[in-house]
């Protein structure tokens, strides 16, 4: 690794160092703080004239905070004469915002792309973005890694039996598709139907056979975990022996943690993208480090070589 420097933003220090680890460099040192007046200070404790300044940040709350301090470090970076400026986001913020879906609302993630770019970023790499549109929200390049690898490599090597991927509605059948063809096991999809705009569901059949096997569940990102305790329920109503649950991002916002403990779910696998706190980590929740990931695709940008391998494409 030669002409690269990396650097935690706040909140972002763990994963950070875990990059760093695989990378065998040292972390970049920085100073951020707050002065009286609420107003946000950096600066880069050590030369990267010339160099490629990776720039790491969590969305740990508050997230508003945490955009302001990447947008100051991208700044800090950019005068102090970077050669280039990566931005790491292992999620991406707002990124449910991604269309205009409602009358009067903004596309809030393609107002973080022009942020993010304005402010001096020649490159942006992330993870499961919630809709891989948002790559086009941006003028410059945003690869997008995956935890699908990640998350299959994990499940595998708990040698489940009689498995069966089950597919929560009908928009996430072609992911839970990808899944089940590498298990090499059946598909499930659970159909679920609505009263106009009531959220409560009248009636919910599942198409598929799923009595006596065992379930995984995939998704993007858990927040308040809603969705999935609802397919869970279903799911051991209908005779489901186990159930495991994945995804990329563990948000686990409100009452996610409480749900998923009440819950019927075995296991839920996320990974590191969003920092977990202490007090929100229960047996049944297992954390992956998505990191070694990241270093790797940092260590392929250093040395001019292909990213392709570690996307996600459909064949």
Not at 279 to 289: F, G, M
Request: proline content about 4%.
């Amino acid at each position: 690794m030669k002409d690269i420097k990396i650097f935690p933003c706040n909140t972002a220090e763990k994963f950070t160092q875990e990059i760093c680890d695989n990378l065998k460099i040292k972390m970049g040192e920085i100073d951020t703080f707050k002065f009286k007046n609420d107003n946000t200070f950096v600066q880069l404790k050590e030369t990267v004239r010339d160099k490629d300044v990776y720039l790491v940040q969590t969305t740990m709350p508050p997230v508003n905070e945490r955009i302001m301090e990447l947008l100051i470090t991208i700044e800090a970076a950019k005068r102090a004469s970077a050669r280039r400026i990566i931005v790491v986001l292992p999620y991406f913020m707002y990124s449910r915002s991604d269309k205009k879906d409602q009358s009067r609302v903004p596309i809030t993630a393609k107002l973080m792309a022009t942020l993010i770019e304005a402010a001096g970023a020649d490159r942006v790499i992330t993870c499961d973005l919630h809709n891989p549109a948002i790559q086009g929200y941006f003028n410059i390049n945003c690869d997008r890694l995956t935890a699908k690898f990640l998350l299959q490599a994990y499940f595998k090597s708990k040698d489940l039996k009689d498995i069966v991927v089950v597919a929560t509605d009908a928009g996430s059948s072609k992911k839970a598709y990808k899944y089940s063809h590498f298990f090499n096991c059946p598909l499930a999809l659970i159909d679920k139907r609505r009263d106009d705009n009531n959220d409560n569901a009248v009636s919910s059949n599942i198409i598929g056979d799923i009595k006596g096997k065992t379930a995984l569940i995939f998704d993007d990102e858990i927040s308040t975990a809603g969705t999935l305790i609802e397919a869970a329920n279903i799911l051991k109503e209908q005779g489901a022996k186990e159930i495991y649950a994945g995804a990329a991002h563990g948000i686990l916002v409100g009452p996610a943690i409480e749900r998923i403990k009440k819950s019927p779910i075995k296991e839920v696998a996320i990974t590191n993208t969003v920092p977990l706190e202490p007090e929100k980590r229960i047996d049944k929740i297992k954390v992956l480090s998505i990191a070694p990931l990241f270093a790797e695709a940092i260590k392929r940008l250093n040395e001019s070589k292909p990213l392709g391998d570690l996307f996600e494409y459909d064949k």
